[in-house]
């Protein structure tokens, strides 16, 4: 089976997998030669979607998937966004980060820089671009940008200009989804939002029903840090769990499968985007995404993790 394809409004539309490749480790917790293996690892198995970031990897994760996609680039989808910016010594900060295995997220996020002017994000994308090396950016997003930075720059007019020049397809705003209706209810559209979505985060769900973009960019299906672990660490749910979707659960592996599924049945129509480095990840999460799952046994599940969240609230 292939992995189900999702289309896009742009300039024309984008075809892509449900399923994505996140590349914010790349060049940084992840070297440039296990990172360009994982990358295509996955694109053997189907994945055409790769989402990245001027900031990931300090920096370097736009050249090293530029280099991977020389040759692919009619096949596959490249999602980039601008407004936080490398630090200045951004090599000395990747390599600080493989060495260290990591750094903490405040010394990391203290580092990098943002700025939502629109000079600021025409430069980012022609950088974006030559990292790249392609002469075009499927979906461009704005990272993190607030209600009050549109305010103050009008940032997606940017945006709109470089769409209308050719050097991006769509674009859209990378966030949190109370910004993406704060922006939707000023008239501020956003086109393409990029969200958390998860049993726990129904990000999408409540943006359609406030009248916001049909498809949309998804991450973060498997919750927050030890979401996974804490849910599996608990007899009580796993047994209830197990009984609501008529199939055990067995291994936490068998639970982020169904964490995995119950995202995509929430984002459909749209893409949920994926860490995964190690191949057993990639297989699994490539398997998850061709599977049919039963829609009634997916809301089930989703209903013993919220009555679950409430309980232990």
């Known amino acids: 089976m292939t992995i189900p394809i999702v289309a896009f409004p742009g300039t024309s539309p984008i075809s892509t997998t449900v399923l994505g490749f996140g590349c914010a480790s790349l060049g940084s917790r992840v070297g440039q030669r296990k990172g360009t293996r994982a990358l295509s690892e996955a694109y053997d198995l189907g994945v055409r979607h790769f989402d990245v970031a001027r900031s990931y990897g300090a920096g370097s994760a736009e050249s090293i998937l530029g280099n991977f996609i020389r040759g692919k680039r009619e096949n596959v989808t490249v999602v980039t966004k601008a407004g936080i910016f490398p630090p200045a010594n951004n090599r000395l900060l990747a390599k600080g980060i493989l060495v260290a295995g990591r750094l903490s997220p405040r010394t990391v996020a203290s580092k990098r820089r943002r700025s939502y002017e629109q000079a600021a994000l025409k430069q980012s994308v022609h950088e974006s671009l030559r990292q790249l090396s392609t002469d075009y950016i499927d979906i461009l997003l704005l990272h993190e940008l607030t209600y009050r930075d549109q305010i103050e720059h009008d940032s997606l007019s940017a945006l709109r200009e470089l769409q209308d020049r050719g050097l991006i397809r769509a674009y859209g705003v990378a966030t949190h989804g109370k910004e993406i209706m704060r922006l939707e209810r000023a008239g501020h559209h956003v086109p393409i939002p990029q969200v958390p979505c998860n049993v726990l985060d129904r990000n999408v ?89 039963d829609v009634a046994r997916l809301e089930a599940f989703v209903a013993k993790v919220s009555s679950n969240k409430s309980g232990t609230s």
């Open 205 to 293: 769900q409540i943006l359609r029903q406030q009248g916001g973009a049909t498809s949309a960019l998804t991450h973060s299906p498997f919750g927050g840090r030890g979401t996974l672990s804490s849910l599996y660490s608990n007899p009580v749910f796993l047994r209830e769990a197990s009984d609501a979707v008529d199939a055990p659960i067995r291994s936490l592996a068998d639970l982020g499968r169904l964490m995995l599924a119950c995202a995509l049945h929430l984002a459909s129509p749209g893409v949920v985007v994926c860490s995964m480095f190690d191949s057993s990840h990639i297989r699994q999460n490539v398997e998850t995404a061709t599977q049919r799952f």
